[in-house]
């Protein structure tokens, strides 16, 4: 293979060492939240969890089209909760569960006077790492794709930068052909 020329090769370390600057930065926060998102159930300080039984009498419909919206956000209101936050509600079985912001639950049963009522907090700056995975927003999804360009520059200019057995067309290559390898032998197996 013919040699880089010095040229090139000073300006493929400098694009390598600054691009990889800017990754590093980007992949320490996807680092954390993948973390926090893969063993999310190990961490109690993610899922704060109140439960309570508060007396409450409301005679729960036997269909549900008995039953609306603007009837959900009414028992929301009157159990102290914000009717913005309501997304919404199921009837099955005699079970009215009507589910709204902060995975807030509110079930009442035909027949009992009482509403089971379960919120899950989570702290507001884990929650975002978190949904950096999920991919919220179109304005995400480009920076995504730009930081994925940006990954691919780096490793390119990084397998170029060193040269002969030890680079790509040597141990370098046999190493980065072992690195696409075991995730996939992992998910063959495994998975």
Same mark, same amino acid.
């Given at each position: 293979?013919?040699?880089?020329?010095?040229? =090139?090769?000073?300006?493929?370390?400098?694009?390598?060492?600054?691009?990889?600057?800017?990754?590093?930065?980007?992949?320490?926060?996807?680092? =954390?939240?993948?973390?926090?998102?893969?063993?999310?159930?190990?961490?109690?300080?993610?899922?704060?969890?109140?439960?309570?039984?508060?007396?409450?009498?409301?005679?729960?419909?036997?269909?549900?089209?008995?039953?609306?919206?603007?009837?959900?956000?009414?028992?929301?209101?009157?159990?102290?909760?914000?009717?913005?936050?309501?997304?919404?509600?199921?009837?099955?079985?005699?079970?009215?569960?009507?589910?709204?912001?902060?995975?807030?639950?509110?079930?009442?049963?035909?027949?009992?006077?009482?509403?089971?009522?379960?919120?899950?907090?989570?702290?507001?700056?884990?929650?975002? /790492?978190?949904? /950096?995975?999920?991919?919220?927003?179109?304005?995400?999804?480009?920076?995504?794709?730009?930081?994925?360009?940006?990954?691919?520059? =780096?490793?390119?200019?990084?397998?170029?930068?060193?040269?002969?057995?030890?680079?790509?067309?040597?141990?370098?290559?046999? /190493?980065?052909?072992?690195?696409?390898?075991?995730?996939? /032998?992992?998910?063959?197996?495994?998975?």
């Amino acid at each position: 293979m013919k040699k880089i020329s010095p040229k =090139v090769l000073k300006y493929t370390r400098l694009t390598h060492r600054y691009l990889s600057y800017i990754c590093t930065g980007i992949l320490l926060v996807y680092i =954390v939240s993948g973390f926090l998102l893969n063993h999310y159930k190990e961490f109690e300080f993610m899922r704060q969890k109140r439960e309570k039984i508060v007396d409450y009498v409301y005679e729960v419909p036997q269909n549900k089209l008995d039953f609306t919206a603007e009837q959900a956000q009414k028992i929301m209101r009157d159990l102290g909760y914000d009717a913005a936050e309501y997304k919404r509600f199921t009837l099955k079985d005699g079970t009215l569960s009507i589910v709204g912001a902060n995975q807030l639950v509110i079930k009442i049963q035909t027949g009992s006077k009482q509403a089971y009522i379960k919120e899950i907090h989570r702290p507001k700056f884990l929650t975002a /790492l978190n949904q /950096l995975h999920r991919n919220p927003n179109t304005t995400w999804t480009i920076f995504s794709d730009a930081f994925l360009l940006l990954t691919v520059i =780096v490793i390119i200019t990084g397998l170029l930068i060193v040269p002969g057995k030890k680079g790509v067309f040597g141990w370098g290559g046999a /190493l980065v052909l072992a690195g696409v390898l075991i995730p996939l /032998l992992i998910y063959w197996l495994v998975v």
